[in-house]
């Protein structure tokens, strides 16, 4: 009898399967282990974690590390999980201005366009124009509202608000005409004196509509088209707000500068091309098509584009002690987003949503690294260690473990930082691809498109349902269904949209609404999972048809998702192919594949030295 582990190191997840061998070739899977990575794949870094691992797998069947006869661990291709976002354009606003934030309480109602005045100094204008009085903190809700009356009895046309205080809503009620007051603007100061400007104050649950239009804005200030081109990140960064005032200053002009974001140049094979990222995803990806299969893969130099894939170079080569030069990227996954930029010219922090491309990076395998880390775990633990096979090849011996499953048969491994697929015909000829782009891609866009900033939380939001307390007593989840409680919930909740996380409700800051953040998720789910499912099995296919695949088995951490396996299987659907989540050895779920993978490889292996 020999006891045999196969490990497999992750980006996330370092896994373990311990296996008996008897020596009537039969096998005995005994005991399964998993534990965080530690450091980057494919590098020295792992041998903790694979020794925390194996150790867990033998403490849980009373075995220890001298027992083992053989571990296999897998030829692991490492990826940089660095994703960046690199936005396309910059807009910087110069000489205007704009208020676009959202106080608890404005005032009054509707949109009023005129010129910007100081109350106090509104004795100085004499004739009948539109104007916008300024209310600094020095003059309170009572003298402010005497103020407005007497000059709308004295005829003066004053149509808007712009307040220090918070007392919009006192005013309102205080004044004879209907105006919108715009409050809580702290910076009021700042605001331009003798300027056009226009003030915008949406009914209770309504949003401004027309300075959320860049058409409303162009009306309001009689703006030429091409002026109207460069308002669109104001009216943008307004969308949903309650109340807004935009202010147009002397020049009046906004300057758009576009900052490069840069070429990619993809090295193929046999045909070379490049790609300016601001073509976006697509293009980025039909490049990538074309030039198949990549050698290599640089970016302009001096670029958005150029800085963060040779960064990804830098950083591999310093983690394997390599010549930058003799790393090659094999693979990138571009995906379009969003990401909130601040608006520079803006007086309460306002954000524009910009377009930017997200950029998953992956470097090509270096077996002779993954031997040193099996030379040295071996020195360290005195058991023989050796590097099995392509983790893609192993993944599909572990998933034709499932029950019900049989050759022909195509596995995608969604983990954290790629997406391998392989396909085995009957023959038990196979084909294998590791693309770039998984789980912590999915996280990192929920983290940008949010504003979050805090990826613990985006992978939270990844991972788990949510819903919204409606009262201290229920909440209404995601699918529309209400649960009630019968003891109150904790009151730091209430009003929030929560995740419920294991039992628990973690509520999730800032204002994005359930639907926005429901939509987000699922889009980058669909964009990067749905795209790479795709890529990969038009590859790994005998024939670069999706059709002729008939089953596909998912495995990895992501399969564990409660809407990524469902958006592939529809996806799929449409080829005729039938996909659905791995049992690996009838227990493990989508767990395991590779680790339990190395094992029975190993088995073959042995056969024919026999
Ligand atoms: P790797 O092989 O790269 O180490 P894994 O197969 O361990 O990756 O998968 C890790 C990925 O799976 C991570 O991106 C993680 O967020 C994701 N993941 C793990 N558990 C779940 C879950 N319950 N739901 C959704 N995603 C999950
Ligand atoms: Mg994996």
Redesign the pocket.
């Known amino acids: 009898m020999k006891l045999v582990a196969g490990v497999?190191?992750?980006?996330?997840?370092?896994?373990t399967s311990i296996a008996k061998f008897y020596n009537d070739k039969k096998i005995e899977f005994i005991s399964s282990g998993?534990v965080k990575?530690t450091g980057m794949?494919g590098t020295r870094q792992n041998i903790h974690g694979i020794f925390s691992s194996v150790k867990q797998a033998l403490d849980k069947v009373g075995l220890s590390i001298e027992d083992l006869n053989l571990i296999r661990i897998n030829e692991a291709a490492p990826?940089i999980g660095d994703v960046a976002m690199e936005t396309i354009t910059e807009t910087i606003i110069t000489e205007s201005t704009m208020i676009g934030h959202n106080p608890s309480t404005p005032g009054g109602l509707g949109l009023g366009v005129g010129t910007t005045i100081n109350i106090n100094n509104l004795h100085e204008i004499s004739n009948k124009d539109p104007l916008i009085v300024i209310i600094p903190s020095t003059v309170d809700f009572m003298e402010a509202s005497e103020k407005i009356n007497r000059e709308f009895n004295n005829g003066r046309n004053i149509v808007g608000a712009i307040v220090q205080r918070d007392d919009g809503v006192l005013i309102n009620n205080r004044i004879f005409k209907k105006i919108p007051i715009v409050d809580e603007v702290t910076l009021s100061e700042k605001v331009p004196l003798g300027m056009r400007a226009a003030v915008e104050v949406a009914p209770v649950g309504g949003v401004v509509e027309v300075l959320s239009n860049p058409f409303g804005i162009a009306t309001a200030f009689e703006l030429t088209p091409e002026e109207t081109k460069m308002i669109v990140p104001i009216a943008r960064a307004l969308i949903g707000n309650r109340s807004a005032v935009v202010i147009k200053t002397p020049k009046g002009d906004v300057q758009e500068r576009i900052i490069p974001a840069g070429k990619i140049n993809v090295t193929g094979e046999k045909r070379r091309k490049s790609i300016d990222v601001d073509e976006g995803a697509e293009e980025i990806m039909k490049t990538l098509e074309f030039c198949s299969p990549i050698k290599d893969i640089s970016g302009e130099p001096g670029t958005n584009a150029g800085g963060m894939l040779e960064r990804v170079r830098q950083v591999m080569a310093n983690l394997t002690g390599q010549n930058p030069g003799a790393i090659k990227i094999q693979d990138i996954l571009a995906v379009d987003t969003f990401v909130p930029q601040k608006v520079k010219g803006g007086l309460a922090n306002e954000f524009s949503m910009e377009n930017a491309v997200g950029i998953a990076t992956m470097v090509k395998a270096d077996k002779l690294q993954m031997q040193a880390i099996a030379n040295e775990l071996e020195k360290q633990l005195g058991v023989l260690v050796e590097v099995g096979g392509v983790e893609a090849d192993m993944a599909i011996r572990g998933a034709l473990t499932t029950p019900g499953t049989n050759v022909p048969l195509a596995i995608i491994?969604?983990?954290?930082?790629?997406t391998d697929a392989s396909f085995m015909s009957k023959e038990k000829r196979n084909k294998s691809i590791h693309l770039a782009g998984?789980?912590?891609m999915?996280?990192l866009m929920i983290n940008t498109e949010l504003g979050l900033d805090d990826i613990d939380l985006a992978?939270d939001i990844?991972?788990?349902p949510l819903a919204k307390v409606e009262s201290l007593f229920h909440v209404r989840h995601e699918d529309g269904t209400v649960q009630f409680f019968e003891n109150p919930l904790d009151p730091k909740v209430f009003g929030k949209i929560v995740i419920l996380k294991e039992g628990n409700m973690v509520p999730i800051p800032g204002d994005n609404t359930l639907e926005r953040i429901k939509t987000v998720r699922r889009f980058a789910k669909e964009k990067i999972f749905v795209t790479n499912a795709l890529r990969a099995l038009t590859t790994v296919s005998a024939t670069g048809n999706i059709r002729d695949i008939e089953y596909v088995v998912l495995?990895?951490?992501?399969?564990?998702?409660?809407e990524?396996p469902q958006l592939i299987t529809d996806a799929l659907s449409k080829y005729g192919v039938v996909a659905g989540r791995a049992n690996i050895r009838g227990t493990e779920g989508?767990?395991n594949a590779?680790a339990s993978g190395l094992i029975l490889s190993y088995r073959k292996e042995d056969d024919k030295n026999e």
Do not use: Q
């Not at 497999?8 to 896994?15: F, K, Q, V």
């Open positions: 497999d190191i992750g980006n996330a997840t370092t896994e998993i990575t794949k990826v491994d969604m983990g954290a930082g790629s998984a789980g912590n999915v996280t992978e990844k991972k788990y495995v990895g951490g992501s399969a564990l998702d409660f990524i989508p767990r590779v």
